[in-house]
T-cell receptor, first 112, second 109 residues
Framework: DGGITQSPKYLFRKEGQNVTLSCEQNLNHDAMYWYRQDPGQGLRLIYYSQIVNDFQKGDIAEGYSVSREKKESFPLTVTSAQKNPTAFYLC???????????FGPGTRLTVL | GQNIDQPTEMTATEGAIVQINCTYQTSGFNGLFWYQQHAGEAPTFLSYNVLDGLEEKGRFSSFLSRSKGYSYLLLKELQMKDSASYLCATTSGTYKYIFGTGTRLKVLA
């Protein structure tokens, strides 16, 4: 079945460590997005990519980095520069000719 | 600027009708999405309005007025499983999405 996968569902890290969140899609979608969601809040855009080897900063990119070497994959690295990394992270993708986004199941990151 | 407003929380009774409002001020507006999100899960697509008017889909309907920067989601015959957060989001020509903070709906028996 086609879809978006994010792994793991729960992730724990010590403060000061970098951590990479995985996002893979087999929908053949061109665009991919990373969002952060804090309790009781909406989604805030971290980074997005319209095509392979290209990506743009969203509203809260500081302390995060991404790569888009393959169409299927858009990993997000949470660096030690991110001051408050504990949150729910959602990856999404969009077909080139459509406005609708499809979301992965999310990764809940807790930094201890 | 870019701004989306929706109520933080609403409560309704099982079997009733509830209307969740959303007002927006976003540049390059293309259309407006409504998503449902249960706690700890990903948002799921409910509706997408591009043109003015009401679109009905089963128990859920969504309305858009582009001139007023206003939308609402109407839920009929409420069920307990409708207890969730409802996110309003706009999209622009650059395919960036702006999300509201969400409305947490509690359905009471």
């Amino acid at each position: 079945d086609g879809g978006i996968t994010q792994s793991p569902k729960y992730l724990f890290r010590k403060e000061g460590q970098n951590v990479t969140l995985s996002c893979e899609q087999n929908l053949n979608h061109d665009a991919m997005y990373w969002y952060r969601q804090d309790p009781g809040q909406g989604l805030r855009l971290i980074y997005y990519s319209q095509i392979v080897n290209d990506f743009q900063k969203g509203d809260i990119a500081e302390g995060y980095s991404v790569s888009r070497e393959k169409k299927e994959s858009f990993p997000l690295t949470v660096t030690s520069a991110q001051k408050n990394p504990t949150a729910f992270y959602l990856c999404a993708s969009r077909r080139g000719t459509s406005d609708e986004q499809f979301f992965g199941p999310g990764t809940r990151l807790t930094v201890l | 600027g870019q701004n989306i407003d929706q109520p933080t929380e609403m409560t309704a009774t099982e079997g009733a009708i509830v209307q969740i409002n959303c007002t927006y001020q976003t540049s390059g507006f293309n259309g407006l999405f409504w998503y449902q999100q249960h706690a700890g899960e990903a948002p799921t697509f409910l509706s997408y309005n591009v043109l003015d008017g009401l679109e009905e889909k089963g128990r859920f309907s969504s309305f858009l007025s582009r001139s007023k920067g206003y939308s609402y989601l109407l839920l009929k015959e409420l069920q307990m499983k409708d207890s969730a957060s409802y996110l309003c989001a706009t999209t622009s020509g650059t395919y960036k999405y702006i999300f509201g903070t969400g409305t947490r709906l509690k359905v009471l028996a």
